[in-house]
């Protein structure tokens, strides 16, 4: 990834990341009564969502992991309304084991290069 390409993509997790802290900030100042419980979880998966849009329409390489857990998110956040309880928790936490799995046998070094059995740093 190019250095231009690598800081839009910072810029774009850096906005993600206020976008949650402000979502949690509101989210807090309402009263529990009148928000669903399942409101965050909207909130995540909307934002994990839109970061991995920005990124495909910017060019950027769009992250599975957060597109699945958006996925997730989004799912349980719209289940939640309904009265469906899912167990995010334990769900998260297999899929991100899973994913450090993934990610130790893929042939990708912790720096996302290819190295292919050239020396890697």
Known sequence: ???AKGS???KF???S???FLIMIGGLWLVPAHQVPESAWLLGVGLIFLGLNAARHFHGLQVRTITVILGIIALTCGIGGLFG???PVFPI???ILGA???LDNFS???SCGCDCSGEDCK
């Open 84 to 86: 469906i309880i899912f």
């Open 8 to 10: 839009l993509d910072r």
């Open 92 to 94: 998260l936490l297999i």
């Open 107 to 109: 042939g990708k070094s």
């Open 17 to 19: 990341w206020a976008l």
């Open 1 to 3: 990834m190019g250095a």
């Open 99 to 101: 994913s450090i799995i």
């Open 13 to 15: 997790v850096s906005v």
